[in-house]
């Protein structure tokens, strides 16, 4: 008896979503056997008829469902508390007023061109679905230098307190890792472990890997700089001296340092040219009047045959109800726990219990010191301070002035840095890192603006605190016809990338059930998965 | 008794160089004390009151030399072979025909707007003279990807000849590096060498650096990739299983994959938007006339007064002499061997033993399948075949169709790629080599180009094929009035910069010269450094 397409689907959607469905695909040879996802795959295109979606939340998850499910001919309506669209995915420029929910207000006043985007700043080339659309909607994209080893390193603890280059840090410890390792097997330490073939392919390979000299010592190595430069004259150069490797190890900037290498943070990144926000302008444009804006959700009624939402129009102070079919809820927990909403018990329960992070950023306008005198070009500094962070910028390099960020706080509480019980010392803290690490150069920041998530009306925090989505798990099953879509509900918490496949999610829940409604064709398999 | 300004120069000028300036300058605070080169410092502006300088050959040492001594008041003739100025400095777009000394000639028929750098594709951030030239002529810079961890590695010895995404390689090797060093720590083997302090700190490190177990193994790390990638459904992502180590000793990809960690090819990498040779044509047209273009050097005569130069006109037909008062030569010595000059014989010595390197690339015209299908934007993939090397471009990322390099020989001489005898047949190997790593489109290639430096008229070569500077230190000084300027008179020979430091010096000497022939005024250390 031919498999109904409906008990296939179900019977995916049950596997648990694109772990499952991967697996199957490449099974099937539908996808390259390689490492990354490839989720615009994973959109089922199942017509609308249209069916009424109200979607909660102007994020770039409820974006992608309006914009796919608008193209599938389901009738959507997309709600947004703000007269903008992105949720965290916001620009700040000129002009731009930052409000925080204890009424303290900062106003942008950087030149024309200059931006900081204080949410997410970085596409990296493997979340495919977000390059995807950056090129179906024609935004143009830059690359987002990540990793730059002119960028440098502070510890009190380290170098006097003076700052190294990263490719110090980084170079010097591979050499000290590879001569010790050299000497362990010379020892004969790991004869149970290797074959004298591999003893002696270890070796010859420790020597390159670690630039170690002939007899496996490690004396510095030209790749963390040097003492004599290559120049044109008689002198041979010379490697500057290595770091004892008990100094890196006192210098605890290990946690910092390695964050290049998460696969996340791995080159090749990109950026939106002229701001991340560019993807959720450009979303806005294609939905229309799909979108409404101000509009602040007060109310979410459900049952068997659909959602009624209502919410306050801000701009004309109207309270308007709305009906549809299905709704997508895309409001952060920490706002949806003030909402009005006759959840299941199990769901509240889920949502109460949401704690976000309160995330933050500082940034500066000033002369671009840090390329005309440092040569460092984009890239991430590290501090074992209060400040542990300063990002260059990738934008507008070579230009006169740019936006370098000294402060980006994954999260606040609890931290020496969140412990500055005030917006002066924060930003104080920020300017005194940058000096720390350019001498110098602390006077020439301007115009600061400090953005911290949790303070941010409507956003109320960074991302979920739990990364590991355990503690959502119920959610990314729906409540009765209401869906949850978000970064939050994907392995992907805090990246765009994540917001966007728990939309396809969520679109594909409701595809199965309007094809429940459908009469029921035979299965094929060619077929389910058009 | 006050030195003289010119004693105390003349000393520097001993010293042999920046290596000496360096540090010099460096205890007295006027440079950072970085490890990098800061040579716009050291280019001493002596006025030339009017003293003539004929410069041979148009490379990025003689565009510099015209260039900077015009501006200093000397009176500079550039006398250049070809029509363009550059030198290796060459950028291949369409509608340029490549001829071969030996008559081969191919016709570029590429699309509008794109190009291959032929010659140096390549500018550090921390070559910042050559930097500084781009900021003061506004040649655009964009960044030039040199690393992408997309990219791949081959070998018929890894993975059953399929290739490997480079993160693989990187990740796991440093993996098995740690786990092994962790395991010869706790067996007690580094007893000697570490504090216990340390033992336990190391450990500590290992398991972050390696992202190693709890109990310190490696079983595979997301930096790598992913066996089950993160999703939005409720499967946990996994990590891809690790590559073993032996597998990857076996693989042999460790000389090309280090590559990347040479300090001229870390991070930050510049390449000028549109093509390298925006640089030269760009110093062109400030020099205007100074060049004298198709002006091929026939002979050499020098004493001391002056300098003889007699050139064939090769757009008239005419011979012609010119004198000077100082030549700079900036001649490939491959094309100065052949040239009638009457160097000292220790300087013709060096001269006729200088050998360069066979230097070549192939690169193709396609669709941007790299890109679309494998996430690979910019960066090297390796591999142990023929053709060893797959640079994809930093140009125009995102548009249908773009340039990439399969093969880049430093030197063919000697090697199965040099050893493949036509032309055809070294195509034939890129296009191998390139299917190897993507499976499926080695036919999407098209239009192939293939620049082999020994055959390129007026070059005869790629670089100097000692790159340890000794076999020209002779050349370091002049022959009487005759100074010799390129990169092969550095030590960074292959690189603008060696070519930019070694006009400085040439210059700087000059300016020595120079000066002699004024009264003497007073020393005072300030003064001898503006």
């Known amino acids: 008896m031919a498999v109904t397409r409906r008990a296939f689907l179900t019977r995916i959607g049950q596997l648990g979503g694109y772990g499952a469905a991967f697996t199957f695909m490449q099974q099937l040879g539908l996808l390259p056997a390689m490492g990354v996802t490839h989720e615009q795959a994973k959109l089922r295109k199942v017509p ?34 703000r007269d903008r669209v992105g949720g965290r995915n916001w620009t700040v ?54 990793t730059s080893r002119c960028t440098l390193l502070q510890s009190d603890k380290l170098n006097g307190g003076a700052a190294v280059e990263q490719r110090r840090m980084i170079n010097d410890t591979r050499g000290h890792v590879s001569e010790l390792l050299a000497k362990s097997i010379n020892k004969g330490a790991l004869d149970q472990d290797l074959t004298s073939e591999d003893k002696e392919r270890m070796l010859t390979f420790l020597r390159e890997y670690g630039d170690l000299s002939h007899d496996f010592l490690f004396k510095g190595t030209d790749r963390s700089g040097f003492k004599i430069p290559p120049g044109a004259g008689k002198e041979d150069p010379t490697a ?19 964050s290049e290498d998460a696969i996340d943070w791995q080159a090749t990144m990109f950026q939106p040219v002229g701001g991340m926000d560019l993807i959720p302008k450009a979303f806005a444009k294609q939905l ?28 004309t102070g109207q309270t308007v109800t709305i009906k549809a079919d ?11 726990q003030t909402i009005d909403a006759d959840f299941a018990p199990d769901v509240r329960e889920v949502i109460a219990a949401g704690a976000y992070d309160s995330s933050s950023k500082i940034a500066w306008e000033s002369r671009r010191f840090w390329e005309q005198d440092y040569n460092i070009y984009g890239g991430i500094s590290y501090l074992r301070q209060p400040v542990e962070i300063v990002w260059y910028p990738s934008a507008r390099m070579f230009t006169p002035t740019g936006i370098i960020v000294g402060g980006y706080a994954d999260n606040e509480s609890g931290t020496p840095f969140g412990d500055l019980r005030t917006v002066e010392a924060k930003i104080s803290a920020s300017r005194q890192a940058i000096e720390l690490l350019h001498p110098g150069h602390g006077k020439e920041l301007t115009r600061p603006l400090y953005v911290n998530w949790g303070k941010i009306p409507y956003a109320l925090g ?21 869906y949850f879509a978000g970064d939050y509900t994907s392995h992907l918490s805090g990246w ?9 999610r969520s679109m594909n829940q409701i595809g199965i059930e309007v094809e429940k409604k459908r009469p029921d064709p035979p ?6 998965l058009s």
């Open 48 to 81: 609308g008829n249209g069916a009424t979606v109200v979607i909660l939340g102007g994020g770039i998850a409820g974006l992608i469902s309006a914009y796919e499910l608008g193209r599938l001919g389901y009738r959507c309506t997309l709600l947004e508390a």
């Open 93 to 146: 420029r000129r002009g731009v007023k930052i409000e925080f929910t204890d009424g303290f207000t900062q106003n942008c006043e950087w030149e024309e061109g200059n931006y900081q985007n204080f949410g997410p700043g970085r596409l990296p080339s493997i979340h495919t679905t977000m390059l995807g659309y950056c090129r179906e909607l024609n935004i143009p994209l830059e690359v987002e230098v990540n």
């Open 240 to 258: 500057i001296d290595p770091l004892p490797m008990h100094a890196l190890l006192d210098a605890d900037l290990w946690q910092g340092l390695l």
């Open 288 to 315: 229309g009047d799909v979108i409404r804006y101000q509009a602040d959700v007060q109310k979410i009624r459900h049952d068997h045959e659909g959602v009624t939402v209502t919410y306050l129009d801000c701009k």
């Open 326 to 336: 299905y709704c997508i809820c895309n409001i952060p927990l920490p706002v949806l």
């Open 462 to 482: 960074g991302w979920l605190s739990d990364y590991s989505g355990k503690s959502i798990q119920r959610l990314l099953e729906p409540d009765g016809r209401i």
């Open 496 to 504: 765009q990338e994540g917001a966007a496949l728990s939309a396809y």
């Open 523 to 528: 299965f094929s398999s060619s077929a389910a």
